[in-house]
């Protein structure tokens, strides 16, 4: 043991006298003080072929400064200048920043001013607005947003102190304004020079995220299906709720109701209007000589005349008097167009409906409402979400 204690002691003092403490380099005090989320951002770069030079050429770089700086080495020799972010080919930037998320453009966007323009960039954001916007807005919320910007005449809706989704505070706090300006004491006109554009994308985009901006939409099974909602898409206004990623739903005045909310709405319940007509004025079918046996479609209903239009799901059906076999089928001949309800039980009153083909209109009584535009369901998405809110029993 004591010949262990003297070897090991010895191979120590020699290898601490034969190493030398060495200075870290000038960049590594920059690089050690660049923020993680910062880097997080570009860890896709490491898995993206093509791109691996432009990662090794991202990590050295000074970030937060575009500066040339020469320094002489012992011998005198002038060192080349460092590169910049600002350096590498447009191309390359480009593609680097359609890979961020909105939160990773945030980031960038606070390095320089010339980073800052890029990022706010249409095209950048169109993006992202398609991607989790794009199933829930459509032209009439696109309306509703021109209408807005149009009646604000400075940009203070995005100047509140309280923000309820965590972009809209990520982005007062870190991007608007930027660095130097980002004190406590900066005052709310430099706020509200440095906020997006209003008419920009990222605008519209944050407007949407801090659910301060309420849009058209249409709801599945309004009010979760209640009185009889069920299988039904009604329109309303929506808004954004960052708490808990859903929505809340204003819908109007039903008769001599009072309009209704209902919160808690999650994303599979909503979808943009298929059709740009108004829930109180009748669609113009287009598709009904199209229609034959088995195609899927959605019909406006309303209980009277004071309601607004829902819009309902069914499929088309055989006439009685056909047996139902393709060869021999001859429905689609007929001017009756038969249309089934199949969420229903068998002899209910709201099964089945018939409909001319060469003079529909409005079509009903008091007593089983009134049918009306009708659309044919030509995509798999739209049955798909149809069909994922089919009732768990049959409705009387």
């Known amino acids: 043991m004591l010949v262990f204690l003297v070897t090991s002691f010895t191979f120590i003092t020699l290898l601490c006298k034969s190493l030398s403490l060495q200075p870290l380099p000038s960049w590594a005090a920059e690089f050690i003080l660049l923020p993680l989320w910062f880097w997080k951002d570009f860890s896709f770069l490491s898995s993206v072929r093509g791109q691996k030079k432009a990662l090794s050429a991202l990590v050295p770089l000074r970030m937060f400064q575009r500066r040339k700086t020469t320094c002489s080495s012992s011998e005198g020799a002038e060192m080349e200048p460092e590169m910049s972010v600002l350096d590498l080919p447009d191309l390359v930037l480009e593609c680097i920043l359609e890979r961020l998320s909105p939160e990773g453009l945030c980031n960038m966007a606070s390095v320089c001013s010339s980073l800052r323009e890029r990022c706010l960039s249409d095209s950048l954001w169109e993006r992202h607005l398609r991607q989790k916007w794009g199933g829930v807005i459509g032209p009439a919320a696109h309306r509703e947003w021109q209408w807005h910007i149009a009646a604000s005449n ?236 089919w009732p768990a029993d049959m409705l009387e």
Request: aromatic share 14%; with cysteine.
């Open 154 to 389: 400075d940009s203070s809706f995005f100047d509140q102190t309280k923000q309820q989704s965590f972009i809209v505070s990520y982005l007062t706090r870190l991007l608007w304004p930027l660095s130097g300006m980002a004190r406590s004491n900066s005052s709310k006109g430099d706020r509200k020079r440095n906020s997006p554009p209003v008419g920009s994308v990222m605008s519209w985009y944050l407007a949407l995220e801090s659910g301060r901006f309420w849009f058209p939409a249409q709801v599945f099974n309004r009010e979760n299906g209640h009185v009889g909602f069920m299988l039904s898409c009604y329109d309303a206004d929506v808004s954004y709720d960052p708490r808990n990623d859903t929505f809340q739903a204003r819908y109007p005045p039903h008769g001599r109701r009072a309009g209704a909310i209902e919160k808690g709405v999650t994303w599979d319940r909503l979808r943009a209007p298929p059709v740009d007509t108004s829930p109180h004025y009748l669609h113009i079918s287009l598709c009904l000589n199209e229609l034959l046996p088995g195609d899927h479609i959605e019909i406006q209903w309303r209980r009277n005349k004071e309601f607004p239009y829902g819009w309902w799901y069914g499929v088309v059906g055989h006439l009685e008097t056909c047996d139902r076999n393709e060869i021999y089928c001859r429905c689609h001949e007929s001017d009756t167009v038969v249309l089934e309800f199949n969420q229903y039980s068998p002899g209910s009153r709201w099964r089945t409906k018939t409909i001319s083909r060469a003079e529909h209109r409005e079509e009903g009584n008091e007593g089983d409402g009134f049918y009306g535009g009708i659309r044919k369901l030509d995509s798999n998405r739209e049955i798909s979400a149809w069909r994922q809110h």
